[in-house]
């Protein structure tokens, strides 16, 4: 597609539901990243996805969070359990190499999805 | 670990003036990038500019330009004669020139309001 597509825009679920963010990166785009924002805060990194190597998962904020890119291509973040401070938006980017070494590499960012656990 | 420190929640400038937003930034690294995004109420975040740290000169991109600091740790954005168009939160951040892919660290934001 011509940019990052992310699905849906906007998400209100109850406390101790399960629930699952899409992500449409570019077309051919081998790095894939899911940010967390929470209000008034800046972006907090999540997980990182790159060609098929096993993905950074460093920043999940626990184990209800997971994570996978199916065919090196959609990926979906779920969370299971909401809990009232899931509550954020999610962005996801993509990059064509992920590679900071690559000077010209630029992050190309969706639109978020808007999460609201009441 | 690398921190990236926006001291101004808000900042506010009348339309065709300059204005100036601050960024710090902590690292132990001698070879980084820095930028500085936008964020519109569409929420998505749309890249402003770029400094590499190697580079000595301050990268510019039209009216928008940065005072690069690298021994006081400090990346400020300019904007110049200031647009409507430009009002939106602004996101300092860094990312490190290592191989672990382009993981980016941001500040917290500062909201910029242009009034006409």
């Known amino acids: 597609g011509a940019g990052v597509s992310q699905s849906p825009s906007n998400k209100v679920t109850e406390k101790g539901k399960d629930v699952e963010l899409r992500c449409d990166p570019i077309?051919?785009?081998?790095?894939l990243y899911w940010y967390r924002q929470s209000l008034g805060q800046g972006l907090e990194f999540l997980i990182y996805f790159q060609g098929n190597s096993a993905p950074d998962k460093s920043g999940l904020p626990s184990d209800r969070f997971s994570a996978e890119r199916t065919g090196g291509s959609v990926s979906t973040l779920t969370i299971q359990r909401t809990q009232q401070e899931d509550s954020a938006v999610y962005l996801c980017?993509?990059?064509?190499?992920?590679?900071?070494?690559?000077?010209?590499?630029?992050?190309?960012f969706g639109s978020g999805t808007q999460l609201s656990v009441l | 670990a690398q921190t990236v420190t926006q001291s101004q929640p808000e900042m506010s400038v009348q339309e065709a003036e300059t204005v100036t937003l601050s960024c710090t930034y902590d690292t132990s690294e001698s070879d980084y990038y820095l930028f500085w995004y936008k964020q519109p109420p569409s929420r998505q975040m749309i890249l402003v500019i770029r400094?590499?740290?190697?580079?000595?000169q301050n990268a510019t991109e039209n009216r928008f330009s940065v005072n690069f600091q690298k021994a006081a740790k400090s990346f400020s954005l300019k904007i110049s004669d200031s647009q409507l168009g430009d009002a939106a939160m602004y996101f300092c951040?860094?990312?490190?020139?290592?191989?672990?892919?382009?993981?980016?660290?941001f500040g917290e934001g500062t909201q910029l309001t242009v009034n006409p």
């Open positions: 951040a860094y990312r490190d020139f290592g191989t672990s892919g382009s993981r980016l660290t």
């Open positions: 400094q590499e740290a190697y580079k000595q």
């Open positions: 980017a993509s990059s064509l190499r992920g590679q900071t070494l690559a000077t010209n590499e630029k992050l190309f």
């Open positions: 077309s051919g785009h081998t790095a």
